[in-house]
């Protein structure tokens, strides 16, 4: 079974997460402060991370872009009680994988637990590097290039880029890009696919507010333009 950092330095929030994640089979990690965290991601590789932004010593945003600038691939889910806009594509930016606002139930964040362990278990076997404009995207290492900037692609990024480029051209609705990578247990919602999409065009994009790539189709969702 899947090892899974809890990185949340809220005692009754830990104890609460870890027993409803061994009650389900997992095996848990847990770090109080963002230091810890750190050094329990780096040296014990686990299977996936709960991340909470607020952490005293380093915060979250800090522990995910460290994991990530060591190459670590590990889905990260962020815990916030921030409900900001901006403090969630933040995070998506640094490479965060999905986020959940607290309070949440159990049972959505362990739908979204599944899902990201389920996509972080699929191995690709052949490299997909692409052009868009002038972003060299990397769709196995999870990597974007533009100019002398380099960001990290999250998996439900990826996904949500692959479905875009297979329709190129084509909207996608929002619905579909919903059922097909989280899933209907997922409990997503709009605003998610609209913060990934907030942050995908700021990686990708030369300018994220004028978008030549991934457009928006009012109403309907969006669509991949070459």
Not at 15 to 31: C, I, P, S
Not at 52 to 61: N, S
Not at 160 to 172: R, S
Not at 175 to 181: A, E, F, M, R, V
Request: charged share 30%.
């Amino acid at each position: 079974m899947a090892r899974i950092l809890i990185a949340e330095d809220e005692p009754d929030m830990a104890m609460g997460l870890r027993e409803n994640l061994q009650f389900e089979g997992y095996e848990v990690l847990e770090a109080g402060d963002g230091e810890k965290a750190l050094d329990i991601a780096l040296k014990q590789r686990p299977d996936l991370i709960l991340l909470d932004i607020m952490m005293p010593k380093v915060d979250g945003f800090e522990v995910c872009k460290r994991v990530r600038e060591h190459g670590h691939t590990v889905p990260i889910i962020m815990l916030t009680a921030r409900a900001q806009e901006m403090d969630v594509v933040r995070g998506l930016e640094l490479g965060a994988d999905d986020y959940i606002t607290k309070p949440f139930s159990v049972r959505e964040l362990l739908a979204r637990i599944k899902v990201a362990l389920r996509h972080s278990g699929a191995k690709p076997t052949q490299s997909r590097v692409l052009k868009i404009g002038n972003a060299d995207v990397d769709l196995i290492k999870g990597k974007v290039t533009r100019g002398d900037l380099t960001f990290n692609l999250g998996f439900f990024e990826i996904e949500m880029l692959k479905m875009l480029i297979d329709k190129a051209e084509q909207p996608v609705p929002r619905n579909d890009l919903l059922d097909k990578i989280w899933g209907l247990d997922g409990f997503p919602t709009n605003r998610t696919v609209d913060n990934h999409i907030v942050s995908l065009r700021r990686k990708i994009e030369d300018d994220a507010k004028n978008p030549q790539h991934i457009i928006t189709v009012h109403t309907i969702g969006y669509k991949f333009i070459p």
